[in-house]
């Protein structure tokens, strides 16, 4: 990625270097820099303020990145929007929609359950300081980096599900260059993922994440004969995660996940181990209080249900303190159940 950005820099124009390096590796957070790792961050504010321990938990919309299997358990449809409060120009959003599945079955007949969902999750950075050979700003620059997400699970048993998450990847820089020519990488990957209801206090989540995930680059309709085709493979991901809601405790619910973080095949050259570690609890059934332990990082937050329209909502909010990360971070969520 870099070595095709200073290609391209040494053609047409050179990137502040604090401000471009700031920028590019802002996302990464401990990452080394490796590709996608704007999917290694979380996702939506619940999940956030429990430490991201998220792989048994995902019950809603979050179960399209956290656990796939997790969205038969779903009682309704469901929208989710969530924006993360970030530094030096970057913005992170997502926004989803997923539904349970509740086919009809003859008489004697036991059909399955399921879920799917759509989504679309954004990282983007602006601003990036574009200078000319003569060290002259000549324009602001971006990037941004898109997952447009398709998740699939059954439930072919009260206590067992699975799932499978397809993702279109899509990294874009536009406005390069003298022609203000883009330049763009695409990708699919898959997570696929499984869950286990033992008992109905517990639940085991096991996920396995960026198979097959990759940018591919090809800088052949910027350069003609003299461009290349450059290859990021993703990191790959396993996590396993288990959620209990103890009998004595209706309405705390802890949560672990272990998550291992492989450079390219699963299992093979580990690169980082993670622990997550949240807590929640409900409180006079309209208030959640949840805090959590993110992999160095002291986290905490609080929803509130109310309804809009005789509909069911709720709004999240989480905290991240620094840590092992540059910032403190902010993230808001919404969901909406009709």
């Known amino acids: 990625m870099l070595s095709l950005l200073n290609r391209i820099c040494g053609r047409n124009f050179a990137l502040s270097g604090f401000v471009f390096l700031m920028c590019l590796s802002s996302f990464a957070q401990a990452q080394g820099g490796r590709a996608g790792a704007f999917l290694r961050l979380g996702l939506g504010a619940r999940a956030k303020a429990m430490g991201d321990a998220y792989s048994a938990q995902a019950r809603g919309v979050e179960s399209t990145y956290y656990n796939p299997a997790g969205l038969p358990l779903l009682q309704s449809k469901q929208v989710l929007a969530s924006y993360r409060f970030l530094a030096l120009d970057r913005q992170?959003?997502?926004?989803?929609?997923?539904?349970?599945?509740?086919?009809?079955?003859?008489?004697?007949?036991?059909?399955?359950?399921?879920?799917?969902?759509?989504?679309?999750?954004?990282?983007?950075?602006?601003?990036?300081?574009?200078?000319?050979?003569?060290?002259?700003?000549?324009?602001?620059?971006s990037n941004s980096e898109n997952a447009f997400m398709f998740a699939f699970a059954l439930n072919p048993t009260p206590r067992f599900s699975f799932g499978l998450t397809v993702k279109v990847l899509w990294n874009r820089f536009p406005n390069l260059g003298i022609e203000n020519e883009t330049i763009s990488a695409s990708g699919v990957g898959f997570d696929f993922g499984v869950l286990f209801l033992p008992t109905d206090w517990a639940t085991v989540g096991v996920v396995v994440k960026e198979i097959n995930s990759k940018y591919r680059w090809n800088t052949q309709d910027l350069f003609d004969e003299d461009g290349s085709e450059t290859i990021n493979d993703f990191p790959k991901i396993a996590r396993y995660g288990v959620a209990i809601t103890p009998p004595q405790l209706k309405n705390v619910t802890f949560s672990?996940?272990?998550?291992?973080?492989?450079?390219?095949?699963?299992?093979?050259?580990?690169?980082?181990?993670?622990?997550?570690?949240?807590?929640?609890?409900?409180?006079?059934?309209?208030?959640?209080?949840?805090?959590?332990?993110?992999?160095?990082?002291?986290?905490?937050?609080?929803?509130?249900?109310?309804?809009?329209?005789g509909k069911k909502s709720r709004l999240n909010y989480a905290f991240t303190a620094p840590g092992d990360r540059p910032e403190e971070e902010h993230i808001f969520s919404w969901v909406f159940e009709f």
């Open 256 to 309: 672990v996940d272990y998550e291992q973080i492989y450079k390219e095949k699963l299992l093979a050259s580990k690169i980082d181990d993670r622990i997550h570690i949240g807590v929640e609890t409900v409180v006079l059934q309209e208030f959640l209080l949840a805090a959590g332990f993110d992999d160095g990082s002291i986290t905490a937050g609080a929803g509130y249900n109310f309804s809009v329209a």
């Open 92 to 141: 992170f959003t997502y926004i989803g929609f997923a539904m349970p599945i509740k086919p009809k079955a003859g008489k004697g007949q036991k059909p399955f359950n399921g879920g799917l969902s759509l989504s679309w999750l954004r990282a983007g950075v602006s601003d990036i300081d574009g200078r000319n050979s003569d060290g002259q700003h000549f324009d602001d620059l």
